[in-house]
């Protein structure tokens, strides 16, 4: 624990002696100490040390419409005066949730109006596993169990959303993934392109799900499942020609096709949903993040009328959860989307500010250490290497854990995937912010490149 200050070494001293932190290796936070933050307005974070800090990250992809917003507050603050908690089980309901789900169902692409409410992504996931296979089994399908996904998608840390996801160092923990379910290569042309060109690519890896669809057999898939862009995997923007491909093959087998809309919904790409951005058409989507820009947890499903008018035929769905629906959630999410919709913060960003990000984000190609600029909306990822021309990376040096170390110590959050530095602000960020968020990321790639040399 590095730290003069007694009140920082105190919750630090709280940390060692009794919390158990989430994608932490416990002993090494125990010799460093976790980095206390304390509060944050707008896109800025502070420290217990004092620092500000840029939150190029949006804490963890969800703070779309930026800190300290008083009526998301005050809209938890009143649900909770007026009914704190009831369920939606044994056929009851409450406004705040009726009326958040029709607010979805408005900003959902056409021909998706109903929602089931869970307490989170990896929930939502989880709900999306089982109303499939309880749709195929109504249909007089029940072999069509299968989900295919894709490697290196992240669908969330319950055993089912760990499964779907393809995360392998997450399935070596715990024998995942679950059986039905299988993964296909992702539409990540810089690092496993090769000599193919990205449209090339792009064709190949969409191939691999009609592959994979013969392989199972079309009468043992149930469903696909995919992030319109890959958040957590490392911001893997599919080369043009992907969704076009998938979407002809969707077209062409009798399977569901499921968007995990968690980081691309609510405005990311500068459209309601990532769906929206590459017209997806999906039969269900999930979410969470955004929905609530993180300030209560919240997730949920997204369905097609089409599938609702299958379910309605099937009796119970045996599946819920205490908090789906909660009505302080449901609240918070009802005024979150009232601010981004009033204000026009998608709006903004289409027009604006993501425009914008991706040119001065573009303007770091021309570091020696940068390989590629992608992005989207307000997405980006900055791939480090040791030779452009090859893609060739820094093996064994962390490059990227060196970058994030020294973005943390000049107050921006960037955070690394590998050797992939990626960027997801929140959506209020002004042009003024992002010229910070670039000149400080420039910084920190020059202090990297020098570590790397010296
Ligand atoms: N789907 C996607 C696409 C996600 O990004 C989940 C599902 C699961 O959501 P919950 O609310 O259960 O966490 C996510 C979550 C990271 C990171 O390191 C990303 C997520 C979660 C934790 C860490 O980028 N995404």
Known sequence: MTSNNPQTREW?????DHHLAPFSDFKQLKEKGPR???HAKGVYLWDSEGNQILDGMAGLWCVAIGYGRDELADAASKQM?????????FQTAHPPVLELAKAISDIAPEGMN?????GSGSEGNDTMLRMVRHYWAIK?????????SRKNGYHGSTVAGASLGGMTYMHEQGDLPIPGIVHIAQPYWFAEGGDMTPEEFGIWAANQLEEKILEVGVDNVGAFIAEPIQGAGGVIIPPDSYWPRIKE???KYDILFVADEVICGFGRTGEWFGSDF?????DMMTIAKGLTSGYIPMGGLIVRDAVVDVLNEGGDFNHGFTYSGHPVAAAVALENIRIMRDEKIIERVHAETAPYLQKRLRELNDHPLVGEVRGVGLLGAIELVQDKATRKRYEGKGVGMICRQFCFDNGLIMRAVGDTMIIAPPLVITPAEIDELVTKARKCLDLTLSALQG
Request: hydrophobic fraction near 45%; proline fraction near 8%.
């Open 36 to 38: 206390i933050i304390t």
């Open 81 to 89: 005066r007026e009914l704190p908690y009831y369920n939606l089980f």
């Open 278 to 282: 590459y017209d997806l058409k999906p």
């Open 140 to 148: 007089g399908q029940p072999n069509k169990k299968v989900i295919i």
């Open 12 to 16: 630090q001293a709280l940390s060692n």
């Open 249 to 251: 093959i969707l077209a």
């Open 114 to 118: 109903h929602v089931f409410f869970t």
